[in-house]
């Protein structure tokens, strides 16, 4: 083939594929114009998951009719005069991109007009081709419509997620911006419906209600911390709220939301030994700095920026969150359940004279989301004799081929976990509550629950979609009985993961281990000579007794042979 230069339809639609991913994509460039336009009120409509239409209107300062063709060019922008200015950015775009890349792949109406024009206009493109601007009696202010997302490029369509999950794209970015511009007002619709209203009135906490649900939101502490020219600000959980991935540890660097592993790790940094492995915070930050001392111009998305100076960005962000920490927290909680563990690496390493059951190491739970009972080889126990508790949180026992340490909760939790999936298929037994429990989720999540009720009442519970974003708890598992009924939803909800497995066999597997994690005993607890004894039975009977269903051991084995030479009557001492 020779070379040629690509027709220009076709460059600007590879250049419109990097900004313009997924109708998310579109919603934060039209919020990003919005609000570098000094808006005080934003309103997002988004009709079929933003695939049929996204619609974003400001009361900022518009756009003057003469300009209206220019703004829908490429690397045309208000925002940037010469290179220099590339390294001082305070507005939210600089790239003069968006416009244009989202009126390539769709069909786009920008309507507009700046305060002091009497008269606005309007402009259509379709495909990239832009019509004659009109014209347009309109309030002031800005308002983009995007028709038909990907219409032109069937491709990019096919890398779409389920209308569901491009919803909830679009939930969490708008509640993002919400959350870091509090003093502008927030309404999102979808399909008509109401998915986020802020009231512009500058409370933070208000917006975190939305996106945490209000518990969370009441219980996170406030970060207030500037160091140098590092401001840190925001709201972190307190050690007993975490989750099980770091996906909701969110930056923003001044007001443009960030992504950056490295501040992620300064954050777990500032939690260092207070969690427990595989757990992980909720935190929001606020990082202000001079806009000399980044560069945003790293990533076409905008969602990555370098730092001159990394390493006190970083060290400004463990302290700020340790110093929340401990300013909240003096005192640890000495919750058995929260105890740390000390990660493997740091762990003193009596590897030669312990020997770990033949499966697996520890690992971080629920990341990868495999389902543990196939993969474990079934390696039965021995029949055990119970010789007693320690430390409230672990069984003895003697087998025949030596000393067998049990770990109770992660035992139970094994236990249950095989009972629920053996229920599962003649009918798990459920037990309806007398007083059906209400429970109000966040809008995201509720979402989701929605998504997966059919499951759930698969698995036992009988739950109904009551109103917005509540719910009925009408009957729960018999084996969650003891469990808060309310509580033992939430419990599925708030780890439900994002993306979706197209296994449902696996997401099941993930909800019950869930549930069954919380519902097992916990360390600390003294159990009776009769409770020691049952659950050694139960485990005994479980297909894959040496792991909980989060790959953990339930149990070290200290063989005979081993205590021999521990004691120096045998082997090479
Ligand atoms: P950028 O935001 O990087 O400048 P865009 O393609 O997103 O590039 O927008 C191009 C220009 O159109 C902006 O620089 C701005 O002048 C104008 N513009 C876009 N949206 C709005 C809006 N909602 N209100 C006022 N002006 C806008
Ligand atoms: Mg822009």
Redesign the pocket.
């Known amino acids: 083939m020779t070379i040629r230069i690509l027709p220009s339809e076709v460059a600007s639609q590879i250049a419109a594929g990097e900004v313009v991913e997924r109708p998310a994509s579109v919603v934060k460039?039209l919020l990003?114009?919005a609000i570098?336009a000094g808006a005080s009120y934003i309103a997002i409509e988004v009709e079929g998951a933003g695939k049929r239409r996204i619609q974003v209107s400001d009361d900022g300062q518009g756009i003057p009719p003469d300009e209206l063709r220019l703004a829908v060019e490429r690397h045309a922008t208000s925002k940037l005069n010469d290179a220099n200015d590339l390294f001082q950015i305070v507005t939210?775009?600089f790239r003069g991109e968006?416009?244009a890349s989202i009126a390539s792949v769709s069909r786009m109406t920008i309507t507009s007009r700046p305060p002091d024009e009497d008269l606005g206009a309007r402009i259509r493109v379709d495909g990239g081709i832009a019509e004659a601007v009109e014209p347009s009696g309109v309030p002031e202010g800005t308002l983009v419509q995007v028709e038909d997302l990907f219409y032109n490029v069937p491709a990019r369509m096919k890398f779409l997620k389920t209308d569901t999950t491009e919803r909830r794209q679009i939930d969490a970015l708008a509640t993002r911006y919400a959350l870091a511009y509090p003093h502008v007002r927030f309404h999102l619709y979808q399909d008509g419906k109401p998915a986020l209203q802020t009231s512009g009135r500058g409370d933070r906490r208000e917006v975190l209600g939305a996106l945490y649900g209000p518990d969370i939101a009441r219980q996170m502490l406030e970060v207030v911390s500037s160091s140098g020219d590092v401001r840190v600000q925001g709201f972190i959980t307190p050690i007993s709220v975490t989750r099980s991935n770091r996906r909701e540890i969110l930056f923003f660097v001044n007001g443009r939301p960030v992504q950056d592993t490295a501040l992620t790790a300064a954050v777990l940094k500032g939690y260092h030994t207070l969690l427990m492995v595989g757990r992980y915070p909720l935190a929001v930050l606020f990082l202000e700095l001079d806009p000399e001392k980044i560069d945003v111009n790293v990533h076409p998305t905008k969602a990555e920026v370098r730092f001159r100076e990394q390493d006190t960005v970083f060290t400004a962000v463990q302290s700020a969150i340790r110093r929340a920490l401990l300013a909240h927290t003096p005192v640890p909680e000495l919750h058995r359940d929260q105890l740390r563990w000390s990660p493997p690496e740091q762990r003193e390493t009596p590897a030669k004279s312990w020997e770990l059951p033949p499966a697996e190491a520890p690992r971080e739970e629920s990341e990868e989301n495999e389902a543990p009972a196939e993969r474990l080889p079934t390696l039965g126990t021995p029949l055990l004799r119970l010789v007693g508790q320690i430390a409230a949180s672990y069984l003895v026992a003697e087998g025949p081929d030596g000393l067998y340490l049990i770990d109770q909760h992660a035992a139970h939790e094994r236990v249950l976990f095989e009972r629920f999936l053996e229920q599962k298929g003649v009918g798990v037994p459920s037990q309806s509550l007398l007083q059906p429990a209400t429970v109000e989720l966040p809008v995201t999540q509720a979402r989701m629950l929605e998504e997966q009720l059919p499951l759930l009442n698969s698995l036992g519970f009988q739950v109904e979609h009551f109103g917005r974003s509540t719910f009925l708890v009408r009957s729960v598992p018999t084996l969650l009985i003891r469990m808060e009924p309310a509580d033992a939803l939430r419990t599925l909800v708030e780890d439900f993961e994002e993306d979706e497995t197209p296994l449902k066999s696996k997401t099941e597997e993930r909800i019950i281990a869930r549930v069954c994690k919380r519902a097992a005993v916990k360390a600390g607890k003294t159990l009776s000579t009769e409770e020691q004894q049952a659950l050694l039975r139960d485990l005994e009977a479980c297909r894959s007794p040496r792991t909980c269903p989060h790959g953990r051991p339930t149990m070290i084995h200290l063989s005979v042979d081993l205590l021999e030479r521990q004691f120096g009557r045998r082997g090479a001492h």
């Open positions: 460039e990003e114009n570098d939210l775009g968006a416009l």
